[in-house]
């Protein structure tokens, strides 16, 4: 054997070896070319219902889920480009867009605006709106619970300065509220039917006439660009995944009981009431934002007046109904 050489693998051998070559360079290359979608999510959220409705399956890409305790962390993931898509409220979606983040709403659903309420003590004397003259209302800051406050109180012919806002999350909000050092909580659920079931307060006054109530599919302007079939397939997918659940409200609220630790008749209450279906971005859920949008900014809830056609993108809207 010459110095240097090296002896010929048998042919067997040898087409083994390019074999594992070949396999490797492919799965290389198929891991450079996989689309990775990275979703932001809530315990007992999105990723939950694709699953039990079993549009989790076959996914033409990759979901890298990360799990935030609240949609306000979503938000700040997404502006900062840390997440491609995440779900979140309307208002609080607009609230984060006025402030200049990168992102437009390209889907959602609607609740029944019922289901955001003012709710007092079953001992409270106060008995409708009216009664809130005077009283010390808590709801989160910048949220659907100071607008909801805001609107119900003009209703009524209240002035802002004839009540007082206290501006608490939904946990603090409710310990407040049973210790009586506020009068009446603005919230939405699952907590309204906590509230009730569980600790017997009662709703004063609801969101009807008042809040869309609507939960946007927020994306960035960055996936939008670049993972487009992505994030449509992955809408489609949660909107056939949410009129599943409407048919299957048992298996759903169980579902998230045993992943949330919430009760199950909570949850039961809550799903039954809200009646949570997708919604078409389109003209009319536009307009109607847009009022909200411009009454939020006359209450001070939103920094300054916003274009919400610009903030939304109805392409999504428009190519699933091809």
Do not use: C
């Not at 048998?10 to 070319?33: G, K, Y």
């Not at 709710?119 to 659907?144: F, Y």
């Not at 002035?159 to 939904?170: I, K, M, V, W, Y």
Request: hydrophobic share 45%; proline share 6%; no cysteine.
């Amino acid at each position: 054997m010459l110095i240097g050489s090296h002896p010929r693998p048998a042919a067997p051998q040898l087409a083994r070896a390019l074999l594992a070559a070949l396999t490797l360079a492919s799965a290389v290359a198929a891991r450079a070319d996989e689309i990775v979608l990275r979703v932001g999510d809530q315990k007992g959220g999105n990723r939950s219902l694709l699953e039990i409705a079993g549009y989790a399956k076959d996914l033409p890409y990759r979901i890298a889920w990360s799990e935030f305790p609240a949609a306000a962390p979503i938000l700040e993931a997404l502006n900062a480009g840390a997440l491609d898509v995440g779900y979140t409220g309307d208002l609080s979606f607009l609230t984060v867009y006025a402030a200049g983040a990168p992102i437009k709403a390209i889907g959602g659903t609607r609740s029944d605006a019922r289901t955001q309420a003012i709710l007092v003590r079953q001992d409270s004397p106060i008995q409708s709106a009216a009664d809130l003259k005077g009283k010390r209302l808590a709801g989160t800051r910048g949220g659907w619970g100071q607008f909801l406050i805001s609107a119900t109180l003009e209703k009524a012919g209240i002035a802002p300065s004839e009540a007082t806002f206290a501006p608490l999350n939904p946990v603090d909000a409710k310990v407040a509220l049973m210790a009586g050092s506020v009068d009446a909580w603005a919230v939405w659920e699952p907590y309204v039917s906590f509230a009730t079931l569980k600790d017997q307060a009662r709703p004063i006054a609801d969101g009807a006439g008042l809040t869309p109530t609507l939960t946007f599919i927020v994306a960035s302007d960055s996936a939008i660009a670049t993972k487009r079939a992505a994030l449509q397939d992955f809408l489609t997918r949660l909107n056939k995944a949410r009129l599943w659940s409407l048919d299957h409200l048992d298996a759903y609220a169980q579902n998230t009981a045993s992943l949330t630790k919430l009760p199950e008749d909570v949850l039961r209450a809550a799903y039954t009431a809200q009646r949570t279906s997708p919604i078409a971005l389109d003209n009319g859920v536009v307009k109607e934002v847009q009022e909200a949008s411009d009454r939020a900014t006359r209450y001070g809830v939103l920094p300054r007046p916003l274009d919400v056609g610009r903030a939304v993108d109805r392409s999504f809207t428009a190519a699933a109904s091809n």
